[in-house]
């Protein structure tokens, strides 16, 4: 990989030393947006070329031409209640040349309520809510169709069948009650080959199936004791994953594998992201590493308070395999230097914020995902400048 120190690296979104790599003839790229028109599409053509505004063809697709591996921005906000989304994505022009970022949904969701007898957790669709008292009274929004739905307490689950949402304000009867339809979780021991002795080790099961656009977690535990679903509860449709984490601060390493009943239950865990290091210069954020995992892409995120203001902005940035070998870029960071992007869309890093980093691998269903996440609250941030040598 190439060396970072370059002197003009301080404000660039993505950086290596010497000239661009990558194919010369001219490609079209196609970016859509989901609903809604964005409020700004830009394209970097190489990682160090300057910002280009996009060709728009209707409101919701545009066009853009590059030779080099490139980089494309989106900004997205459904209302001016909204977060203001960023979305950047770091591809090469040998890959696909459709782009799609989500802005908005043409689906008009329905509230769904209920009741829970029990403290839980429940899972539906898109959607999982908890509460750690008994007797609540839960509510979801879902598009129409078919769902189904996990409630599980910290002994027990079940899987309601074919809830059906066709209009507003559909109530769930009746309440679930898990001592009435509730099965035990089975206990599996498992193991992590690779697993250091400085690492907190921990597993969690996983039940999703095509209702379920978020997997429904189990309770979270120790390796040797992991709750799973029975069989009896399951049906062909779903699938039961088991996750194996290690953790040494911030960073954790883990495998998600598929878990039938009888299933393999030895993990080997993937690498560390090699040397870390993240910086907020210039009001940007960027990351660093001197080695990652085998990846399919690397996604960066981080949100927080825009201009100073009670209002959020979430910026997302993914990176292809194909991006980070041809680049050799050993940084990746958020550049709101774009023309048109507004002062009030900016993430203001002296308060608190959060961020994320993710070196992502799916192989027949086999995830390995290694990230590391944390909340910098702004007394931290206080804290780390009062200590900066003068």
């Not at 028109?37 to 853009?64: C, H, N, Y």
């Not at 906000?77 to 022009?93: F, K």
């Not at 049906?235 to 601060?249: F, H, K, L, W, Y």
């Not at 954790?252 to 910086?279: E, H, N, V």
């Amino acid at each position: 990989m190439r060396d970072l120190l370059c002197p003009w690296l301080v404000s660039g979104l993505l950086a290596a030393c010497g000239g661009t790599s990558g194919s010369s003839s001219p490609t079209t790229i196609h970016v859509t947006t989901t609903a809604l028109a964005p409020e700004l599409v830009a394209f970097r053509d190489g990682i160090e070329g300057p910002w280009q505004t996009a060709t728009m063809k209707t409101p919701t697709s545009f066009e853009l031409v590059v030779h080099h591996p490139y980089v494309v921005a989106v900004v997205c906000r459904e209302s001016t209640v909204d977060p203001v989304t960023l979305s950047q994505i770091a591809r090469s022009p040998e890959e696909s040349h459709d782009v799609s970022v989500r802005c908005g949904s043409l689906d008009e969701p329905h509230r769904v309520t209920g009741h829970m007898v029990q403290a839980g957790q429940l899972t539906m669709g898109s959607t999982t809510t908890i509460s750690k008292l008994p007797e609540w009274d839960f509510s979801f929004e879902a598009v129409p169709g078919s769902y189904d739905l996990v409630a599980r307490t910290d002994t027990q689950i079940v899987v309601r069948r074919g809830i059906t949402i066709t209009s507003d304000d559909v109530a769930l009867t009746p309440a679930v009650d898990l001592a009435q339809e509730g099965t035990a979780f089975a206990m599996v021991a498992f193991s992590a080959a690779n697993a250091a002795a400085d690492e907190a080790v921990s597993a969690l099961a996983y039940v999703t199936n095509p209702t379920l656009t978020l997997s429904a977690d189990l309770p979270e535990g120790p390796i040797t004791a992991v709750k799973v679903a029975p069989a009896s509860v399951l049906e062909p449709s779903d699938t039961q994953s088991v996750q194996i984490r290690a953790s040494r601060g911030s960073m954790t390493r883990s495998l998600l594998r598929p878990f039938p009943s009888g299933g393999d239950t030895l993990y080997t865990l993937p690498p560390a992201i090699g040397d870390l290091q993240w910086k907020v210069e210039g009001g940007q954020l960027s990351a660093s590493w001197t080695s990652l995992p085998d990846l399919d892409q690397l996604t960066m995120f981080t949100f927080g308070a825009a201009g100073g203001t009670a209002g959020q902005s979430f910026y997302e940035l993914t990176a292809s395999a194909q991006f980070l070998a041809t680049t050799a870029v050993e940084q990746l960071g958020f550049d709101t230097g774009i023309p048109g992007f507004k002062a009030e869309w900016r993430i203001d890093f002296a308060g608190g914020y959060q961020r994320y980093l993710e070196a992502r691998r799916n192989q027949s269903g086999v995830v390995a995902v290694t990230w590391d996440g944390v909340a910098i609250s702004a007394a931290a941030r206080r804290d780390a400048r009062s200590r900066v040598p003068r």
